[in-house]
Each structure stands twice: as structure tokens, then as C-alpha cells.
């Protein structure tokens, strides 16, 4: 994705920057972003950002089952009642009514406003990542789990 984006090195350069700042300057606990991106993925058909991410995850605490889980996460009781507020608020993002009070609440109940903002911030970058590698073609390759374990957890 890097070497498909840095065709355009100006752009390459602030994308990668948000990036990192999403990754390295928020407060909201890593599990929870990764939760966040995932469904973000999910729901915008993003393979790669959710294949990456998953392994992120999956290094951050998200079990195997939980991620397999998340495509009907309504119907299950793997989640805590503050990963299912950020799965309710990654779905009404999608949504064409975005997030109604009901939700925002929930997820009010959980994370401070910077978090909050954190976290919308976070589902509309990776929303448009997979956006970006859908319309790019850009598959994951074998080993991008393999290579998204390489990367902390802790940042």
C-alpha cells in the first residue's frame, strides 16, 4: 500500500503522518482503535486494512474468536459493553444517518470527548484506506499478517 500511495510523495507524506498520529499520539487504548479499524474495514469491504489490523489486534488482546466474531458482533456476547459501544458507533459511521444519540451515548459512557474524536477519526482514515487499496487494487500479499505482528502494541 506504501509503495502505491508513495506515487504520490507530496500526499504519501501527510497520509503517513495522520497515520502515525493516529497510531503513536492517541490516548484511547490501542485494543480499542484496533477494534475501531477493524470494523471500519470491515463494513467499507476493506481486506487489507482488516487482515493487517487483525494481527495488530490480535497482539493488543482481541481473540481469534472475537475477530472472527465482528462481522455479527450484535449477535454475540464475546464483547464487552465498551467494544460493543465502538462497534455500534463503527456502524452508524457507515451508515447513510451516521450516528444517532442512542449510540453516541453509549460510546460517551466509555471515552471522553479527545477519545471520541480519537476514534471517529481513526474508523474515517482506515474507511478511506480501504477505499484507497480497493480502488488501487492493492491485495494483501502472504505475509501481511506476519508483518503486522512486527508492529507494538503499546503505540
Known sequence: MHRTVGNAPAIFKEYVDLAYAIRR????PRLDREVMIMRAAQLANGEYEFLAHKAMALGCGLTEEQANAMENWQDSDLFDERHRAILAYADGLASPDSV?????NALAKHYNPQEIVELT???NFYTAAARLTNALKVRPDADIEKLSKLQSCSG
Not at 25 to 28: G, K, L, N, P, V
Open 25 to 28: 499520539d492517541a490516548i484511547t
Open 121 to 123: 477519526m481513526t474508523a
Open 100 to 104: 444517532d444519540d442512542e449510540t453516541f
